[in-house]
């Protein structure tokens, strides 16, 4: 199973879901730029964003935020050195990565999912908006504030299971 298949599963069902995206990274951090992990209401997770107690905090977070409804997207840094004043991951290897928090439902995102997992190849787009298909050719995080930013990435279909692609393919042209 995917993570897109994961949350496509999830949503269908009317799970909320998060999916937190490390959407920049630099340094020593465990997080790289595009590590996804997808969080649902009742605690599923699947993904990763970096492991460790970061990881579990983010994971946590996710949680508090489903839990409040949070509908709007979040980013938010971790600092992975105790010398940093805030936003500490509680790593200390070094180096630091953005994370975006981004919640998904079924009304506002399952088609769109859907859509680009047909697709191979596919651009997505993720933002202060939430996520979308891109049709950028460029990659990567274009970031003017924590309150206006994007960041664009090719679906490969290497993160798409060819099984899920045949499946939907049968249910949209059958025989």
């Not at 990435?153 to 059958?174: G, H, N, T």
């Amino acid at each position: 199973m995917s993570l897109w298949e994961f949350i496509v599963e999830k949503l269908t069902a009317s799970k909320k879901m998060m999916l937190l995206v490390v959407v920049e990274s630099e340094g020593s951090s465990p997080g790289r730029q595009g590590f996804k992990m997808a969080v649902d209401e009742d605690g599923g997770i699947f993904g990763t964003i970096g492991g460790g107690i970061m990881e579990h905090k983010l994971v946590e977070k996710a949680k508090t935020l489903l839990a409040v409804n949070q509908c709007t997207v979040l980013l938010m840094r971790q600092h992975h050195d105790k010398k940093q004043a805030t936003n500490q991951s509680g790593m200390i290897c070094s180096g630091w990565q953005l994370n975006a928090f981004i919640p998904l439902s079924k009304e506002k995102d399952l088609a769109t999912i859907q859509h680009f997992m047909l697709r191979p190849n596919a651009r997505v787009q993720f933002s202060d908006s939430g996520l979308c298909i891109s049709k950028q050719q460029s990659s990567g995080l274009n970031l003017e504030s924590d309150e206006t930013w994007s960041y664009t990435e090719k679906i490969s279909s290497s993160q798409l299971s060819i099984l899920w692609v045949e499946a939907m393919l049968d249910w949209l042209y059958p025989n």
